[in-house]
C-alpha cells in the first residue's frame, strides 16, 4: 500500500493518473476502479478502468441519468454500497443488465468527495463478488479505499489544467509535536501526557496531521513528515 | 423516529423543515442569544446550511420538530476550523473519519430522550459510514445535557463564562457509550439500527433486486 501511495504522490500527469488507478485497481483486487469528478463549471473528467466500449456506451445511452449511482451519490458525503441504493426502476435495471454484461460487476463502492469551489468526485470499486464476500471486502477495507478516495481526488485536483497549485497542506505547531513525540518512540497516551491535553484529543490531531501529509497509518505519517522536513528527530 | 436528511431532500418535508429552523431560532437566538441570523419567517440558518449538510432530526409522533443536529465531514469547509481554531490549539481539524457536529438543538417541548436519540443515531452514522470521531461547538447547557445522556464529549478549548460559555468537544463512541445511551433514549438498538437502514439502505429488498438482475 505504501508502495502505491508513494506511486500516487509522485503522479505529475493525467496520463500517469490513468496508470496509477490501473495499478491500484490490481492492489485492490476488484474488477474495475474509476474515478469521476465535475467541477462547478460543469466540466467533467474521468479516468480508471472501465472497458471503453462501456464508457462510450454510457455516454451515448445518457446512462449519467438515471445511474442510481450518480443519483444517490451526487452532493453527498457518505460512501454507499451499490446495494442499498434503488434498482427497482425498469430502465435502471437495464442499465444495470447492461452493465454487467459489460464486465462491470454485480457489486460497487463509491466515495463522494465534495473538493474546494464546487467541485465533487466519484471515487468507485466495482466486482464480481457474492453479497457476502463483498461486504467482507468493504468492511476490511473500507477504511483505506475512503482515505485513497480522497488522496486520489487531491492528485487529480493538482493536474487540473490552468489550476494555481495551493500551498502544501501546513500542520500546526501542534501537530507537528505530536508527530514529532511519536517519531522518538513516544505512545499516544505519553504525547498526551507531554502536551498536557487528553489522549482523544491527540488521536484527533494525530488523525488529521496524517490525513494532510497523505498518510495510511502513524508510522506512514512520521515517515513522510521526516522526508519533507517537517519534523526534525 | 429519527430521519436523516440532507439538505437537498429537506424540500419533501416543508413543515418538518420549517420547525427545525424555528426551533433554531429559539434556542440560538431566542434562549441563547447567540448572534446568529434569524429570517422574515422566524427560522435560522447560517452559511453552512447552504453546503448540504446531513441533518439528523428527531421527528415526533405528530410530525414535529423534536431535535437536530447538523453533520457535515472536516475535509470540507467546517465552522470549527473557520472560526474556532484558537480553541483547539490551531489545529485545523481535517479528515474523512471526522466529522463536524453542529446546531445541536432540542425543541422547547422535546421529551427526555430527545437528546439521547440524536447521539444514538450518531452513533449509526458512525459504524455506517466509518466514522471515527465528531467535533463540535456546543454552550454551557449542553455539557450537562451530555453528561446527563452519558455521551460527555471531551472538552478541547472554551471560551466565555458561565452561561455565555462556548466550548469545542470531541466524541467517539464506544459500545457501553452507545448502550448507556440507547437505554436513555428508550430507543433499542435494533430500531435505532432500522431508521438508519431506512434512510440509507442496507440489508433492505434493493439486495434481492442487485442479485436478481
Redesign the interface.
Known amino acids: 500500500m505504501d508502495f502505491i501511495l508513494a506511486q500516487l504522490e509522485c503522479v505529475e500527469t493525467r496520463e500517469e493518473l490513468q496508470r496509477t488507478s490501473e495499478a491500484l485497481r490490481d492492489f485492490c483486487g476488484v474488477d474495475h476502479l474509476i474515478y469521476h469528478w465535475v467541477n462547478s463549471n460543469g466540466e467533467q473528467w474521468g479516468c480508471g478502468t472501465y472497458p471503453p466500449d462501456w464508457v462510450q456506451r454510457y455516454i451515448e445511452k445518457g446512462y449519467l441519468k438515471i445511474d442510481p449511482v450518480i443519483q444517490g451519490c451526487y ?14 426502476g425498469k430502465a435502471v ?1 437495464a442499465f ?2 447492461d452493465a ?1 454484461d459489460h464486465g462491470i460487476g ?1 457489486q460497487g463502492y463509491s466515495i463522494p ?2 473538493g474546494p469551489n464546487g467541485q465533487f468526485a466519484l471515487f468507485t470499486v466495482s466486482h464480481h463478488a457474492s ?1 457476502d464476500d463483498w461486504a467482507s471486502f468493504t468492511e476490511a477495507n ?2 483505506d479505499l ?2 485513497l ?2 488522496y486520489f481526488n487531491h492528485k487529480a485536483l493538482e493536474l487540473e489544467p490552468g489550476r494555481t497549485p495551493e500551498p502544501a ?1 501546513a500542520l ?4 507537528v509535536e505530536a508527530i514529532t513525540l511519536l517519531a522518538v518512540g513516544y505512545s499516544r497516551a505519553q504525547v498526551a501526557d507531554a502536551l498536557s ?2 489522549e ?2 491527540v ?3 494525530i ?2 496531521a ?3 501529509l497523505g498518510a495510511l497509518n502513524t508510522t506512514h505519517a512520521v515517515a513522510r513528515a521526516m522526508a519533507r522536513g517537517l519534523i526534525v528527530v | 423516529m429519527i430521519q436523516y436528511l440532507y439538505a437537498d431532500q429537506l424540500s419533501s418535508f416543508p413543515a418538518l423543515a420549517r420547525a427545525m429552523f424555528r426551533d433554531r431560532a429559539d434556542q440560538f437566538a431566542t434562549r441563547l442569544k447567540w448572534a446568529v441570523e434569524v429570517d422574515a419567517q422566524g427560522e435560522e440558518r447560517d452559511e453552512y446550511d447552504a453546503l448540504n449538510p446531513l441533518y439528523v432530526i428527531w421527528e415526533t409522533s405528530a410530525g414535529g420538530h423534536g431535535g437536530s443536529m447538523r453533520l457535515m465531514p472536516t475535509v470540507g469547509r467546517t465552522m470549527v476550523n473557520d472560526h474556532f481554531s484558537h480553541l483547539t490549539d490551531g489545529v485545523r481539524i481535517e479528515s474523512p473519519f471526522i466529522w463536524e457536529c453542529t446546531r445541536f438543538c432540542l425543541a422547547r417541548d422535546a421529551g427526555p430522550g430527545v437528546a439521547a436519540a440524536l447521539m444514538l443515531a450518531g452513533g449509526e452514522v458512525m459504524r455506517g459510514f466509518g466514522v471515527e470521531h465528531y467535533v463540535g461547538v456546543f454552550d454551557a447547557r449542553m455539557v450537562r445535557i451530555y453528561r446527563m445522556i452519558g455521551a460527555s464529549p471531551e472538552i478541547v478549548g472554551s471560551q466565555g463564562t458561565g452561561a455565555d460559555r462556548i466550548s469545542v468537544g470531541l466524541w467517539d463512541f464506544t459500545p457501553e457509550a452507545q448502550a448507556r445511551v440507547a437505554q436513555r433514549a428508550g430507543v433499542s438498538p435494533e430500531l435505532s439500527r432500522h431508521w438508519f437502514e431506512r434512510a440509507f439502505g442496507g440489508a433492505g429488498p434493493a439486495r434481492g433486486d442487485m442479485r436478481a438482475a
Open positions: 452532493r453527498h458525503f457518505h460512501p454507499v454500497d451499490w446495494k442499498s441504493l434503488d434498482w427497482s435495471r444495470l443488465q454487467i454485480n468527495i465534495r453479497d473500507r477504511r475512503i482515505l478516495a480522497h497542506q500546526s505547531p501542534r501537530e491535553i487528553s482523544h484529543t488521536r484527533v490531531y488523525e488529521s496524517r490525513f494532510k
